[in-house]
């Protein structure tokens, strides 16, 4: 038990790093999940768009036929 009293600053020193460490990674790891999330986001809206765009010309093509 002497030995842990007699090298408690330095292991609250080693905790105090590894703390820092472990939250440096976990902030990280989460600012890359939301860019990654964000990226899907955005390609998904353009994919929307993209048909979106598309729609409506294959809608005016198939009732001008009909009118026919």
Same mark, same amino acid.
């Given at each position: 038990m002497n @030995?842990?009293?007699a090298y408690n600053s330095t292991f609250q020193v080693i905790a105090a790093f590894m703390i820092f460490i472990v939250g440096? !990674?976990?902030l990280? !790891?989460?600012i890359m999940i939301c860019l990654l999330l964000a990226? @899907?986001?955005l390609e998904g809206s353009?994919?929307?768009r993209t048909h979106l765009m598309i729609l409506p010309l294959k809608v005016v093509q198939v009732s @001008?036929?009909?009118r026919k």
């Open positions: @030995f842990l009293t440096y !990674l976990a990280f !790891l989460s990226h @899907f986001v353009r994919m929307a @001008f036929l009909a």
